[in-house]
């Protein structure tokens, strides 16, 4: 069920909160954030799709973000992100991204490193809490009278995203939810999930990513330097291999050369010989 709470002295349609619940999912990525201590992770995903019919008979167009994003860029506030849509209750993150994609209306947020914050980080983490509601101010749309379906065309505010606990839309699910690692071992798994063996994940739990980024470049520098001396090696090897052919060519050639003097003077030799018997 929508639920639509009217602002003090109005009654329009257009001037109703509409409040929308949707879905998403968990999946645990490594964290790599500035100022870490002020928050203990951070999430992104869908807290709206785009196109499909809620549980509230109600189905958001796409663009209809717009508006609201565009008094967001303004005012340069974003929405609050409030627990079951109680602001009275301490807040446990932030939103630091709010945008429209093709799917739908894109966030990206923080758990704040408060006792809240970790606290709403566990549920997410552990799907205690698997939901997102979003409170919005509705600008123009459409009724269809047969089926009962809302497009909203427009949405010209949004004050506020909510964690809670039941869905309205369950097509709009979360991307990741990202954590700071609490030990050694949690960041070896984080590190080994996201590609990085053993070895290099010890590598940079002992000796820091720039050390083991330092020896790998050192890795590299040595294989660069170890093909290289192959090269010049073998073209050592080609030119020695030319220089001992040029040599047996010329000791060839002085061969034949004498071989060739012999065989004149043995011919000049037995000339001789014969003129001599001759008389």
């Given at each position: 069920?929508?639920?639509?709470?009217k602002?003090e002295?109005k009654n329009?349609?257009?001037?109703l909160?509409v409040r929308?619940?949707v879905?998403f999912e968990i999946?645990?990525v490594?964290?790599?954030?500035?100022?870490?201590?002020?928050?203990?992770?951070?999430f992104s995903?869908?807290?709206s799709?785009?196109?499909?019919?809620?549980?509230?008979?109600d189905i958001?167009q796409?663009?209809?973000?717009k508006?609201?994003?565009?008094?967001?860029?303004k005012t340069?506030?974003?929405?609050?992100?409030l627990m079951q849509?109680?602001?009275?209750?301490?807040?446990?993150?932030i939103?630091?991204?709010?945008?429209?994609t093709a799917?739908?209306?894109?966030?990206?947020?923080k758990f704040i490193?408060?006792?809240?914050g970790k606290?709403?980080?566990?549920e997410?983490?552990?799907g205690a809490?698997?939901d997102f509601?979003i409170?919005f101010?509705?600008?123009k749309?459409?009724?269809?009278?047969?089926?009962?379906?809302?497009?909203?065309i427009?949405i010209r505010?949004?004050p506020?995203i909510?964690?809670?606990?039941?869905p309205?839309?369950?097509?709009?699910?979360i991307?990741d939810?990202?954590?700071?690692?609490?030990n050694?071992r949690?960041?070896?798994?984080l590190l080994r999930?996201n590609?990085?063996?053993?070895?290099?994940a010890?590598?940079i739990i002992?000796?820091?990513?720039?050390?083991?980024?330092?020896?790998?470049?050192g890795?590299?520098?040595?294989?660069?330097?170890e093909k290289?001396?192959?090269?010049?090696?073998?073209k050592?090897e080609?030119?020695?291999?030319?220089e001992e052919a040029?040599e047996?060519?010329?000791?060839n050639?002085?061969k034949?050369?004498?071989?060739?003097k012999?065989?004149?003077?043995?011919e000049?030799?037995?000339?001789?010989i014969?003129e001599l018997?001759?008389k």
């Open positions: 069920m929508v639920l639509e709470i602002n002295g329009k349609d257009t001037d909160i929308k619940q879905s999946k645990t490594e964290e790599k954030e500035e100022n870490s201590n002020l928050y203990v992770g951070s995903g869908l807290a799709t785009f196109g499909n019919v809620d549980l509230g008979d958001i796409q663009g209809a973000f508006p609201a994003i565009k008094v967001m860029d340069g506030k974003l929405p609050k992100a849509h109680n602001s009275r209750q301490d807040q446990g993150a939103f630091t991204t709010v945008k429209e799917e739908g209306l894109f966030v990206e947020g490193n408060t006792d809240r606290n709403l980080r566990v997410v983490m552990t809490i698997s509601s409170g101010r509705i600008g749309y459409e009724m269809d009278e047969e089926t009962g379906v809302r497009t909203i427009e505010e949004l506020e909510s964690f809670v606990t039941f309205m839309n369950p097509e709009a699910n991307l939810a990202k954590s700071r690692p609490e050694e949690d960041f070896e798994k999930d590609g990085y063996s053993r070895d290099e010890k590598g002992s000796k820091g990513l720039k050390a083991l980024q330092r020896d790998a470049e890795d590299k520098q040595r294989e660069a330097e290289q001396k192959e090269i010049d090696d073998k050592a080609e030119a020695k291999a030319a040029e047996t060519k010329k000791a050639e002085a034949a050369a004498k071989e060739a012999y065989a004149e003077f043995a000049s030799f037995n000339k001789i014969k018997k001759g």
